[in-house]
């Protein structure tokens, strides 16, 4: 069964460290990739998104993410967090086989930074 | 604009009885998903509407779930005869037939089974 995994269910960090977030995946089809961000008492948002060409893609809020099609892997990436990235990341992925955007989600990463 | 609805925010209810969760999507979204998240856990697909095409009802877990959608806008969420393990986090989205990829959740609805 196609499924998703991330690696750290929290992470604590302080202000401007950096931030690598694991996500992997198992299907060995073609796939979108997608990260969505979920702040405190707000609807989940997308934050980035991968669907074909350079596989380091860029999203809002200064956040990047890498698609490693050999290692089925999605990580998030963040040079130097803010207080305000504290929240829950998803990493989901969508097999295109289903000719829609059916979103297989991963358990999620509670991130806290602390100023 | 106003963004994806969902009713009531939250609901309590004892085991055996029937819900009814309400979404109201982007005016103009074609296309409504629901999701369940239980504590801990990613996000469950549940069921898809795309327009008036057959609905993709792959995600439900029994037979007790159905989902309706009326007008190719508002979506009904049933679960009958609740149980203490149907109690999660009910999330609707929706998205527009040119960018379908990006999906908008609304705020949830969460059910707790006594």
């Known amino acids: 069964a196609q499924s998703v995994s991330q690696h750290n269910h929290h992470v604590i960090l302080s202000e401007a460290a950096s931030l690598e977030l694991g996500c992997n995946y198992s299907y060995g089809g073609t796939v979108n990739l997608f990260w969505y961000v979920q702040y405190p008492g707000q609807h989940l948002q997308l934050l980035l998104k991968?669907?074909?060409?350079?596989?380091l893609v860029k999203g809002i809020k200064g956040f990047e993410a890498e698609f490693i099609k050999s290692k089925f892997s999605f990580n998030l990436r963040k040079p130097s967090v803010q207080w305000s990235d504290t929240a829950e990341y998803f990493c989901a992925v969508s097999p295109l086989s289903g000719g829609y955007n059916k979103l297989i989600f991963g358990a999620g990463t509670r991130l806290a930074v602390h100023p | 604009g106003a963004g994806v609805s969902q009713s009531p925010s939250n609901k309590v209810t004892e085991k055996g009885k029937d819900v009814e969760l309400r979404c109201d999507p982007i005016s103009g979204h074609t296309a409504l998903y629901w999701y369940r998240q239980r504590l801990g856990q990613g996000l469950e697909f549940l069921i898809y509407f795309q327009g008036n095409s057959a609905p993709d009802k792959s995600g439900l877990p029994s037979d007790r779930f159905s989902a309706e959608r009326t007008g190719g806008s508002v979506s009904t969420l049933t679960i009958q005869r609740t149980q203490q393990e149907d109690s999660a986090v009910y999330l609707c989205a929706s998205s527009s037939t040119d960018k379908s990829y990006e999906q908008y959740f609304g705020p949830g609805t969460r059910l707790t089974v006594t």
């Open positions: 991968y669907f074909s060409g350079d596989p």
